[in-house]
């Protein structure tokens, strides 16, 4: 999709800090991370938000569900929090679908 940022990243049209790659999911470091790990995994094809992707290919969500997993055992954690956020009043500010990988310190619930 044109002008959408994370599009881009994934086309290697802007650059990312890839941490993992599979058929249908590219995981990079987020720019203002969160927490020692964050790290954002997305469709390589353009949904705007987690409920669209799910209609659309559930397939393609779980392997979102299992890249985040196999990112957090790959740098030591067991215990880690996913987030999609949808829609700006839920923070949600790059509108193709994220799945945010947080781990590496104390979670504190609920979020703010
Ligand atoms: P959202 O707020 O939509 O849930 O998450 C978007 C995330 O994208 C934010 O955590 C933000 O720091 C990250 N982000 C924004 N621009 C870039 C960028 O150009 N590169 C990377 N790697 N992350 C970005
Ligand atoms: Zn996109």
């Known amino acids: 999709m044109e002008d ?3 599009c881009k990243i994934v ?9 993992h790659v599979t058929e249908h999911t590219v995981a990079f470091r987020d720019l203002n991370s ?3 790990t964050h790290v954002l995994v997305v469709p390589r ?7 669209e992707l799910a209609a659309a290919d559930p397939a393609a969500l779980a392997e979102l569900v299992t890249t985040a997993a196999a990112v957090a055992t ?3 954690y067991d215990d880690y929090r996913l987030v999609f956020n ?3 009043e839920a923070g949600q500010s790059v509108f193709h679908t994220h799945l945010h990988v947080l781990a590496g ?6 979020p703010g």
């Open 45 to 51: 094809d353009h949904y705007t938000n987690a409920a």
């Open 105 to 110: 310190r104390p979670m504190t619930w609920p």
């Open 11 to 19: 086309a290697g049209e802007i650059p990312g800090d890839m941490v």
């Open 4 to 6: 959408c940022l994370f």
């Open 34 to 36: 969160q927490a020692p």
């Open 86 to 88: 949808t829609g700006a």
């Open 74 to 76: 790959a740098e030591g």
